[in-house]
């Protein structure tokens, strides 16, 4: 069984930092992308980031480049995200989720960790 875990969400100050972690157990881990999205309150839900198999490729989602990076421990089967100078538009639910196919369709999805940025 497939598992994706999240934690590392909270309260945190415009300008703020926070560090997301998804802990993937089941699977084969270090073989594959990995990725996280996110959705605000009425929102739907919209790709963040990704990373390859081995970290060496990257790809952000326009408004966050240059804030937020993703990395991964393939000995510890954990994908991180680092948001760096947080915006209230950034406050949503993270999803860390693997076995994609496009248009934000994965085979397996955490349970999402709440990120709340207040001025």
């Known amino acids: 069984q497939v598992q994706l875990v999240e934690s590392g969400g909270g309260l945190v100050q415009a300008g703020g930092s926070l560090r997301l972690s998804c802990a993937v157990s089941?699977?084969?881990?270090?073989?594959?992308?990995m990725n996280w999205f996110r959705q605000a309150p009425g929102q739907e839900r919209e790709f963040v980031a990704t990373i390859s198999w081995s970290g060496g490729v990257t790809y952000y989602r326009d408004s966050v480049k240059g804030r937020f990076t993703i990395s991964r421990d393939n000995a510890l089967n954990t994908v991180y995200l680092q948001l760096n100078s947080l915006k209230r538009e950034d406050t949503a639910v993270y999803y860390c989720?693997?076995?994609?196919?496009?248009?934000?369709?994965?085979?397996?999805w955490g349970q999402g960790t709440q990120v709340t940025v207040s001025s």
């Open positions: 989720a693997v076995d994609c196919h496009g248009g934000g369709r994965c085979d397996y």
């Open positions: 089941g699977r084969t881990f270090s073989n594959t992308p």
